[in-house]
């Protein structure tokens, strides 16, 4: 396993590494290899995971995990600290080339595979806490809701491996959707009253009159946390930039994945004359 706490690498790459596609070449799985990465003995977290499917289930912002008492408490820890977990995490970038004028405007999107490394001292640490505020209030008898946050580590790691850093002429914003891992007994916290922007514009005196009333229920009702994981972040080397730059080599190889899951491969031979490049979620392969 790789010395890092998250290691995080395009969606595409884990496609082509775990279904073996026969069109494509294997430089994905030697990438892999390389960072000490074993696809066959890791815990994705998804509802169709045979040991997690009793458990867990989807949410718009991430994932629930649905303990009712001690038992199942202690049975998902022995899960979550026997295998890296693997989340699949959709960001979506926007740039602004002029943030006073706003000459153009591109957003692209894709998913991106976040692996924990629970073995990792660092993440242990915070995963151990998250489990013990669960496990205290889970023998008081409360209601509560942990919520672990992948979102800024997937960010900063994004833009950080990209030298996307705004300036004073542009602009780079990320959003992360699916980075949440929900420890409950109860419901998940709703996010739609956080103070946004577009509240005060377009909201402001209905945020006023709902968003109080949901603060002192939910306070009421269940004890919320919230932890944002730390660690060290590494990838595999180069897929990143290369799925976000331009390709001068005259042969690559183009992969793209589509939402529901197909994936494809496709030999381009000059790239300038395709617009694969910015469709979703692609990674190029240089040959």
């Not at 998804?46 to 202690?74: A, C, F, W």
């Not at 915070?126 to 008898?141: D, P």
């Not at 998940?188 to 956080?194: L, S």
């Not at 494809?264 to 694969?276: E, R």
Request: glycine letters at 6%; aromatic letters at 10%; one cysteine or more.
């Amino acid at each position: 396993m790789t010395a890092a706490g998250v290691t995080v690498f395009p969606w595409a790459e884990y496609m082509v590494t775990a279904r073996n596609s026969g069109n494509c070449s294997d430089q994905s799985q030697k990438m892999l290899t390389s960072t000490g990465i074993d696809m066959d003995n890791v815990l994705f977290l998804s509802p169709e995971t045979e040991e997690l499917k009793h458990i867990l289930s989807s949410h718009q912002t991430g994932y629930i995990l649905r303990v009712r008492s001690l038992e199942d408490l202690n049975d998902l820890a022995v899960l979550l600290y026997g295998k890296p977990l693997l989340m699949r995490i959709n960001l979506v970038h926007t740039e602004v080339s002029s943030k006073y004028s706003a000459d153009k405007i591109s957003i692209w999107e894709g998913d991106f595979a976040c692996l924990v490394n629970t073995g990792h001292r660092q993440v242990r640490s915070q995963l151990e806490w998250a489990l013990k505020q669960a496990e205290t209030h889970l023998s008081k008898g409360n209601k509560f809701c942990v919520e672990i946050e992948l979102g800024d580590v997937v960010e900063g790691w994004y833009l950080q491996s990209l030298d996307l850093f705004s300036g004073c002429d542009d602009f780079h914003s990320t959003k992360t959707r699916n980075s949440r891992l929900i420890l409950t007994n109860h419901t998940p916290y709703n996010h739609c009253f956080d103070c946004r922007p577009k509240w005060w514009l377009c909201l402001g005196p209905c945020w006023l009159l709902t968003a109080p009333i949901y603060y002192i229920y939910r306070s009421l009702t269940c004890h919320d946390f919230k932890l944002k994981i730390k660690a060290p972040v590494t990838s595999l080397p180069g897929t990143r930039r290369k799925s976000m730059t331009s390709v001068s080599s005259q042969n690559c190889m183009v992969v793209n994945y589509k939402k529901e899951g197909s994936v494809s491969c496709k030999l381009v031979h000059d790239p300038s004359l395709t617009s694969d490049l910015s469709t979703y979620g692609s990674v190029v392969e240089q040959g």
